[in-house]
């Protein structure tokens, strides 16, 4: 599986929407925007059903990316056993601004830290209600992304991502 810059995506491919997950493009249009005419894909959001159409000619700056491809999965189960990580004390706000800027990037990466840096918090503290829904986003996002990549039902990767926090 070739890694696909935003600009060449073709109806059917997968594609990773930054905060809202893997989608399908469902078509590629053109439409009339003011006076100009745009090239739009069309991307149906696979857990929510949701709708969402990106400029071609922004998509990369979007973060619009292919799904991560077999042999990067194992870098992400990497950064999910990290043990030796520390978190800077500080109030959960600032560190909820950092993590939501991570989830936004739609790096595969930056969203593994997001959860093994929550998971290693709540050993030693109780997480806020916006910490405790960022890990459920964290964890969606990965699994979703992962079993698709890995070609592997999305119960057998959250099973997998829950032993390693075990």
């Known amino acids: 599986?070739?890694?696909?810059?935003?600009?060449s995506f073709d109806v059917g491919d997968?594609?990773?929407?930054?905060?809202?997950?893997?989608g399908q493009i469902e078509a590629i249009e053109t439409r009339d925007v003011g006076e100009l005419q745009q090239v739009f894909y069309v991307i149906r959001i696979v857990d929510t059903n949701m709708v969402v159409m990106v400029p071609t000619v922004s998509?990369?700056?979007?973060?619009?990316?292919?799904?991560?491809?077999?042999?990067?999965?194992?870098?992400?189960?990497?950064?999910?056993?990290?043990?030796?990580?520390?978190?800077?004390?500080?109030?959960?706000?600032?560190?909820?601004?950092e993590y939501m800027e991570k989830i936004k990037t739609g790096s595969v990466y930056e969203i593994a830290e997001v959860l093994r840096d929550l998971y290693a918090l709540q050993e030693d503290k109780t997480l806020s209600f916006g910490e405790r829904k960022m890990m459920d986003?964290?964890?969606?996002?990965?699994?979703?992304?992962?079993?698709?990549?890995?070609?592997?039902?999305?119960?057998?990767v959250s099973e997998r991502i829950t032993h390693i926090f075990a």
């Open 137 to 156: 986003t964290a964890q969606s996002l990965l699994v979703k992304e992962i079993s698709i990549a890995d070609q592997i039902n999305e119960e057998a």
């Open 1 to 7: 599986m070739t890694k696909k810059t935003s600009s």
């Open 14 to 22: 997968m594609a990773v929407y930054p905060a809202h997950g893997v």
């Open 59 to 97: 998509s990369s700056h979007v973060g619009l990316r292919s799904i991560i491809n077999a042999d990067e999965v194992d870098n992400v189960y990497s950064i999910l056993r990290e043990k030796d990580v520390v978190i800077t004390a500080r109030p959960w706000n600032q560190r909820y601004r």
